[in-house]
C-alpha cells in the first residue's frame, strides 16, 4: 500500500496501546519470577525456589502459546492490509498481509485453548484455488473490538459480492 501518511484509509484500526501494556507485562513478570528465584535460591528457601521456578515456566508457556499480537488493520477503497507481530517476545517478527478486494475470498475466526486464543485467517483467490494466510491473533482484542473488526470484514464481502453480481 506505500507510505501510510499518503494514504486515505476508509478504516483504520490499532490495539497499539494495549499490546504495549502487554509486552510490559511480559518484560516486568519475567524480571520478577528471575528477581524472585535468585531471592530465593540465596535465602535457601528451596521450596519456595522450585514452586516460582514451575509457576515462571507456566506463566511463559501460556503466554507464548496465548500469542498476543500488536494488530493493525487498514482498509483503503481497493484494499486491506493487516499487520502484526507477538508482543510474547523480546525479537519482534514483524508480519503484513496486504490483499485487493478482488482477491478476497473471506475469513474465518477460529478460537483455541477453551476461547482464551482467537485467531483471524484470512483467505484469497488465487488461480490454484482458495488459499489461506497464516492465521493472526487476536486475543488482544476485546469482544467489541473484534466484532467491529469482524463487521469491517463481512462489509468488504458484501460489496465484493455485490460489484461482481450486477
Do not use: C
Not at 478504516?11 to 502487554?22: C, E, T
Not at 528451596?46 to 508457556?61: C, R, S
Not at 488493520?73 to 486491506?80: D, G, Q
Not at 475470498?105 to 497464516?134: C, H, Q, W
Amino acid at each position: 500500500m506505500g507510505s501510510k501518511e499518503n494514504i486515505n484509509f476508509t478504516y483504520r484500526y490499532d490495539n497499539k496501546k494495549r499490546s504495549a501494556n502487554v509486552f510490559a507485562l511480559f518484560i516486568v513478570s519475567g524480571v520478577l519470577f528471575l528477581g524472585a528465584a535468585f531471592y530465593f535460591l540465596a535465602t535457601n528457601m528451596n521450596y519456595f525456589l522450585i514452586a516460582d521456578v514451575v509457576v515462571g515456566i507456566a506463566w511463559f508457556i501460556l503466554f507464548t502459546n496465548l500469542k498476543p499480537s500488536f494488530f493493525e488493520l487498514l482498509v483503503t477503497e481497493t484494499a486491506l492490509q493487516v499487520n502484526y507481530y507477538s508482543v510474547a517476545s523480546t525479537m519482534r517478527n514483524y508480519q503484513s498481509i496486504e490483499i485487493e478486494f478482488s482477491q478476497f475470498a473471506g475469513f474465518e475466526t477460529v478460537r483455541k485453548m477453551k476461547g482464551l486464543k482467537k485467531e483471524l485467517i484470512l483467505s484469497v483467490n488465487s488461480k490454484y484455488g482458495v488459499a489461506d494466510f497464516p492465521s493472526v491473533s487476536l486475543t488482544l482484542l476485546t469482544k467489541k473490538e473484534r466484532q467491529q473488526v469482524l463487521q469491517v470484514l463481512q462489509q468488504i464481502i458484501n460489496q465484493k459480492y455485490q460489484f461482481e453480481h450486477k
